[in-house]
């Protein structure tokens, strides 16, 4: 599975945590995820999967962004990957959609369930995820969360697997629709003997 297990150093310690850094998807240096899974044996179908997406190319906002929330994300029972993107390809609005297409990619190589993977971004990355998830069927994108997404973003095909959040969002907001999203990834099928850990 991609380069090997490494530790975390910039993030905090955990024991039942596979972590996987700079997975790339690309030839250049910012084409990379890192992605954590929990140390247990995965459904059948694979684990359920979140990818996150950060705001855009401002100084200090790189996937690092996502170190502390993404293995709180995974406990419950998914693999979660944070993408670093070419957001300064001369302003090309297309370089962007283009690396997360190829991030969602990269992560079928992983043991995780391709039709089961949900989007998370902020700002710019909440245009981003919504765009992806646009282009992308229904069956591979379950749900998006977008934070601060642009007010103008089409998304009334994406209606009822979108939740849109405002800059604003507090954690009780941001709770809600963390909620949300496990719950559309899921497996609800009778007699799945999997389950997110909803409580945990």
């Given amino acids: 599975m991609g380069n090997g297990p490494s530790s975390f150093k910039r993030g905090p310690l955990t024991y039942e945590m596979d972590v996987w850094e700079n997975l790339t998807y690309g030839q250049h240096p ?18 359920p999967a979140v990818l996150f997406f950060h705001d855009g190319p401002l100084e200090g906002v790189k996937r690092e962004t996502f170190r502390v929330q993404a293995p709180l994300l ?7 990957a ?6 300064d390809s001369e302003n090309d609005s297309a370089v962007p ?13 992983l043991q995780i369930n391709p039709k089961r993977i949900g989007l998370w971004g ?9 765009a992806a998830a646009m282009q992308l069927e229904e069956d591979h994108i379950r749900a998006v969360v977008a934070i601060g997404a ?12 979108t939740r849109l959040l405002s800059r604003k969002a507090g954690l009780r907001e941001q709770k809600k629709a963390q909620s949300w999203l496990l719950n559309a990834l899921a497996d609800q099928q009778r007699g799945s ?3 997110i850990r909803l409580k945990s």
């Fill in 193 to 195: 003997k999997w389950k």
């Fill in 30 to 47: 910012e084409q990379s995820i890192d992605a954590w899974e929990l140390n247990d044996l995965a459904p059948r179908a694979g684990w």
């Fill in 122 to 130: 902020v700002g710019k990355g909440a245009d981003l995820a919504l």
């Fill in 82 to 87: 944070s993408s670093s993107l070419r957001w």
């Fill in 97 to 109: 959609l283009e690396d997360a297409i190829a991030a969602i990619d990269r992560l079928l190589g």
């Fill in 150 to 161: 642009n007010k103008a973003h089409s998304v009334d095909e994406l209606t009822d697997r």
């Fill in 74 to 80: 995974a406990r419950k029972g998914v693999i979660v």
